[in-house]
């Protein structure tokens, strides 16, 4: 039964892996490329120009009992072994050695080549193409091409082959059925092999499935009792998605493994190959499709959850795209298992796939920028971003493009293959707001109210509640041709646009209230010619600041250019922002 199953499995991954075995095989010989014309060979009336022929016509002789035709796809070596007596001999023999315990490849992974394989680690001219594993002998089948390479190709079972059949010993052995069916059911016939072998396959695909269905449930009860995490949704999901297949393969295992140890003929169970080949692929192709399924539904489920209604569109059509790629490689495999050649028609395809994708270029491209957009997740539905120099907020992500509400409360549909290539600023993952006015002073602000202004300006971010606790920056920046100037940067902590434009009015308003303080006004950028007596600057104010910077100066008390930490801790909350007689909306 274990030799059986890694029988199957191994025609199977050889199957899956030559899809289109043509194809490969013009690949891999290198000297005789599409370019190169082949010379037709003469017929072979036996069939024998290639390993795929020899093992049919083979098949055909024994199945019609017609020996010395079979002794023809032999190398008999020997002279005694070309005796028509004996050469009906290995004959007979060898089909009693494989309906004992023998197997032949199925007859599509057998190349149609006259070249034969050469992706396998043979020698050029040698195929592998079954064993035989019986309690006495294990024989591996051989076929080899007699042919010189000028000569057309001719495929015949090797003389080392031959030669192990023909020394095996069978005497005194027979196979199950033989023993136990009556004779009746042997000598009665249908399709040159006997009714009981065909009553019997019938029996044993009944048992199979029956047995193979067991299995599953116990598998399953077994694994719910002992682990569980196997009641929880998820993993139910995925057990239901491997049942049918595991219980198709289960099937085909048994089948084999009983079929084989009980003597049906060769004739029948090569015949039945293809079948199980088949059912095979197809039982690989339900789990892809059924997994398929469980991924998009498990995924459009946290997509939903996360509120990413955009992402949910994109892996229905993913999901789509690969049932149907899943369709197209099914059809694909079993038309090339049931013997046709798929090599036009994959190359027909292939121009019409390039043919479609540089027609819907756009949309590829458009494809896969909501793809990007959706995995990297620079913008989300709600946002207020910046694209290129269009700001707006985001209103729908589609498959297609994505629509953002400008301002002026007009849509702007981008397409997502131009949004994922160019640069986006989302403005609303912003954890703080920056607050950077720069003031330009008047010409005659004195050097006593620049300190003044400095240390005020820095007192205020100091005591804000709503500045961040990061040392603000507050610099004398600069002398202008018209101006003096002062840079302030700090961050605002709010939760949103609006809440930081309001801290940032009474920030600017108590600067208007320190600037008037001081005694000075902000510089205009522009030029003014005054008919009138100009208005001289309060000497008060100034004096009054200068003793003020003169006593911080006795007191070592002047916070330039840094401030004295004890200071700033005094200074942090002092300020009741919002100030006193203005509306609160916590209190209210």
Not at 128 to 133: D, Q
Not at 231 to 241: F, L, T, Y
Not at 277 to 295: C, N, S
Request: proline content about 4%; glycine content about 6%; some cysteine.
């Amino acid at each position: 039964m274990i030799l059986a199953r890694n029988r199957f499995l191994s025609f199977l991954m050889v199957l899956l892996t030559l899809v289109a075995p043509n194809i490969i095989s013009a690949q891999l010989l290198g000297t005789k490329t599409a370019t190169e014309e082949p010379v037709k060979s003469p017929e072979d009336s036996l069939g024998r120009r290639t390993p795929q022929g020899t093992i049919n016509g083979f098949i055909k002789a024994i199945g019609d009992q017609n020996y010395l035709r079979a002794s023809q796809y032999f190398v008999l070596s020997k002279r005694s072994y070309r005796k028509t007596a004996d050469r009906i001999r290995i004959a007979k023999t060898f089909q009693q050695l494989l309906d004992q315990g023998g197997n032949f490849s199925p007859s599509s992974i057998i190349s149609n080549k006259e070249f034969g394989r050469v992706d396998d680690d043979l020698a050029t001219g040698i195929d592998l193409v079954g064993s035989i594993s019986t309690d006495k002998t294990t024989i591996q089948l051989y076929v080899e091409n007699q042919s010189e390479d000028n000569q057309p190709a001719l495929w015949l079972f090797s003389a080392e082959t031959v030669e192990s059949i023909a020394s095996a010993d069978i005497t005194g052995e027979k196979t199950f059925l033989d023993r136990v069916l009556p004779n009746v059911l042997i000598q009665r016939k249908l399709g040159n092999v006997p009714i009981g072998h065909w009553a019997v396959v019938v029996i044993m695909t009944i048992v199979s499935y029956l047995l193979s269905r067991l299995l599953i449930f116990v598998i399953v009860f077994v694994l719910q009792k002992l682990w569980k995490k196997a009641a929880s949704e998820k993993v139910n999901a995925i057990i239901n998605a491997f049942t049918l297949p595991v219980h198709m393969c289960l099937t085909v295992i048994l089948f084999v493994a009983f079929t084989q140890r009980m003597g049906i003929s060769i004739v029948v169970r090569q015949r039945f190959s293809i079948i199980i080949i088949t059912i095979g692929i197809v039982a690989f192709l339900i789990l892809l499709w059924r997994m398929t399924d469980f991924v998009s539904m498990f995924t459009r489920s946290r997509m939903s959850r996360r509120g990413r209604i955009s992402a949910v569109s994109a892996i229905l059509f993913l999901s789509r795209t690969t049932k149907v790629a899943i369709v197209f490689i099914g059809i694909i495999a079993i038309l090339g298992i049931i013997g046709v050649d798929v090599t036009a028609g994959l190359a027909a395809l292939g121009i019409g796939g390039i043919a479609l994708a540089l027609g819907a270029q756009k949309t590829i491209e458009n494809f896969v920028g909501s793809v990007s957009l959706i995995a990297d997740q620079p913008l989300r539905v709600g946002d207020y971003c910046r694209v290129d120099d269009i700001k707006g907020t985001v209103e729908s992500i589609g498959m297609r493009s994505t629509m953002l509400r400008t301002s002026a409360r007009t849509i702007v549909t981008i397409p997502n293959g131009q949004l994922s290539a160019s640069k986006i600023e989302n403005f609303a993952h912003r954890d703080r707001f920056i607050f950077n006015p720069i003031l330009n002073f008047r010409m005659e602000t004195t050097p006593d109210q620049i300190r003044y202004l400095l240390v005020e300006l820095r007192s205020l971010l100091f005591a804000h509640p709503e500045v961040i606790d990061s040392p603000p920056v507050v610099r004398f920046t600069g002398i202008t041709a018209d101006a003096l100037k002062i840079e302030v940067t700090a961050y605002i902590q709010a939760i949103n646009f609006e809440t930081s434009q309001e801290v940032q009015e009474d920030l600017l308003l108590r600067m208007m209230d320190i600037i008037e303080n001081s005694g000075t006004s902000l510089a205009y950028p522009s030029q003014r010619l005054f008919v009138s007596r100009d208005i001289p600057l309060s000497d008060e104010k100034s004096q009054a600041i200068s003793e003020t910077v003169k006593e911080w100066k006795e007191k070592s008390e002047l916070q330039l250019p840094k401030f004295d930490p004890k200071r700033v801790e005094e200074l942090k909350g002092s300020i009741k922002y919002p100030d006193k007689g203005s509306f609160n909306s916590n209190e209210a």
